[in-house]
């Protein structure tokens, strides 16, 4: 099964919220405004939060990527 990796920009994220309203098991709210990338993990070269999902998963983020106004959410297929 295909994996894809979601890398979220947190601080590109302005807080609007419409991610975790498609895609709340994976972006939940922050006490600071912003949301969290569930599970994610920060990586310090692209100053990105990264998680890698499944293709069950994919359809969910893509709604969450395309939602955002901010295009702080990108997903890329792995090989
Ligand atoms: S939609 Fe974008 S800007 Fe809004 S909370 Fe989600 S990641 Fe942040």
Not at 13 to 33: M, N, Q
Request: glycine share 6%; proline share 3%.
């Amino acid at each position: 099964m295909a994996k894809y990796k979601i890398s979220f920009d947190r601080e590109l994220c302005i807080g609007v919220l419409a991610c975790a309203g498609v895609a709340e098991k994976f972006y939940k709210t922050h006490p600071d405004g912003k949301v969290d990338l569930i599970g994610g993990t920060f990586n310090a070269k692209t100053k990105r939060w990264e998680l890698i999902i499944d293709e069950k998963d994919l359809d969910v983020n893509k709604m969450a990527a395309e939602v955002c106004p901010v295009i702080a959410i990108i997903i890329e297929k792995l090989d």
